[in-house]
Structures are given as C-alpha cells and as structure tokens.
C-alpha cells in the first residue's frame, strides 16, 4: 500500500516537474520589425523598463529594425551593388532614425529629438547604453542582415548581441510571459 | 501613511531622478536599492508623474513596502522600505 503511494508521489513529481518546464518565465521578448524613430523608442523604453522590473528582455530586430544597429562608424566590406545601394539609402545606426509620422522631410524629426531634449526623454543611442548596462539581450535577423547587405563587422558594439534566426526568437519567445511585436 | 508621517521619515538614501523622464526613475530605483539593506527607507525625488504609478507597482513586484509619496511644487518625494 505505502509503496502504492510512493509510486503515485514520484508520478506527481515528474509530471509536476514537466509543468515547471512549459511555465513562461518573467521575460518579455520584442520584436522590431520597424526601423522609425518613434517605435524604437517605445520599444527601448518598455526594454529597459523591463529591466527594472527585473524581467528579463529578449530582443530580435529584424527587417527594418535592423538598420538602427548599425555603427556609423563603421563599414562593412565586399559589398556587392545592390548591398551598397541598400547602405545608403537605410539609415546608418540610432541617431539616423526618422519619425513613422509629421517627419516633413526631417523637419518634424529634429523638432522632436529637441523636444525630447527639453523633456529630458534619454536619446535612443543613450537607450542603447542603458540596456547594455541592463542586461537587454539584443538578436539580429540573420536572414534580414543579408537581404539589406549588412555585414557582421559594421554593427554595434554591444556586450550581448547574437546574430540568429526565427528559431531562436521562437524558442525564447514560448518561454517569454510577454510578447510585442513593434 | 500620512503625509505628515512621511514628510518626518528619515530617509536612508535620497535618489534625485528629477532630471529624467520615464523610464528614467524606475532604472534609477533599481540601481540604487542595492546601496541599502532591508528595512531601510528610500526616497526617490521625481519630476514624472507617471512614477508615481510606477514606484508602487515596481514596489509590489520586488517586495518592497511603498510607504507613500508627498507632492511639493515641481516634484513628487516616494518612500519606500526595502523587503
């Protein structure tokens, strides 16, 4: 009979167990697909806010959201015709991202970035900063990197950065609590 | 507590966030409540009235005690006690 009951403990536990394992962590995973000014930094600022609440942060910046971690420094080399293309016309890092709306030829983008100024609202490159002292875990889209032309050797440096595919994003997004798309 | 009560707290550290918008509080929060021990009072001065939503929310997630906030001219003083 107790042995009947020991079974049926050590049934509860693995089962138990296996639960824990499909239980979403506090993480939240974010992905930035759009390479405006504005939504980047709605999505730099629920990052770091993360942060703070002690979540952890996993972010995939793919497509056009992936010019923005360029280093305007920087150059990547080799480049065929169309990469090159492609590298001018994209905006070279953070701090040459433009607003989703009333840019008006970049008018509307600087009047914003001076307003932000005056409201004390941190800059997008100084968001950077502050996710990387935080622990903000940044994936780029392989995939997109190639279709823009990027290359490995012109994005920012930043202590937690892996290049990957939908895979990755997939797995950690499954275990993330939180999901945005931005 | 009473605003009163809270304005004659003794705080153990004072965290001036006032020149910083959101998020900008909150990440100064956390990186100070390291510098205390448990039990001990923090004051976070802010000029962004969305932390003061934010603090207690913050506070009920990490466990800490939020006492309270008084509100002067241009900024807001939150207290907290660290669990």
Aim: glycine share 8%; with cysteine.
């Amino acid at each position: 009979m107790s042995s009947e009951i020991e079974n049926q403990v050590k049934l509860l536990e693995e089962q138990l167990k296996k639960l824990q394992k499909k239980q979403p962590k506090d993480q939240i995973s974010i992905i930035v697909f759009s390479g405006d000014l504005d939504k980047a930094l709605a999505a730099m600022i629920i990052a770091t806010g993360a942060r703070a609440m002690d979540t952890e942060v996993k972010m995939f910046f793919t497509f056009w959201g992936t010019a923005m971690l360029r280093d305007k420094n920087k150059s990547g080399k080799g480049k065929d015709f169309m990469s090159k293309m492609f590298g001018i016309m994209l905006p070279k890092g953070s701090t040459k991202l433009k607003l989703s709306n009333m840019n008006m030829a970049g008018m509307g983008t600087s009047m914003m970035k001076g307003l932000m100024k005056k409201k004390r609202v941190a800059s997008l490159s100084e968001m950077f900063g502050t996710a990387a002292e935080l622990g903000v875990e940044i994936n780029i889209c392989e995939m997109s990197m190639d279709l823009m032309g990027f290359k490995r050797e012109e994005m920012i440096d930043y202590p937690n950065l892996h290049y990957v595919g939908v895979g990755s994003y997939l797995a950690d997004a499954e275990e993330s609590r939180v999901q945005l798309f931005i | 507590m009473t605003t009163d009560e809270l304005k004659a707290l003794k705080s153990d550290l004072v965290i001036d966030a006032r020149g910083t918008a959101c998020p900008g509080p909150l990440l100064a929060a956390k990186k100070a409540i390291g510098e205390i021990e448990s039990g001990e009072i923090m004051e976070i001065l802010s000029a962004d009235e969305g932390t003061k939503h934010d603090i207690p929310r913050w506070c009920d997630k990490m466990e800490h005690e939020f006492l309270g906030f008084v509100d002067t001219d241009s900024y807001s003083r939150l207290f907290l006690k660290k669990a």
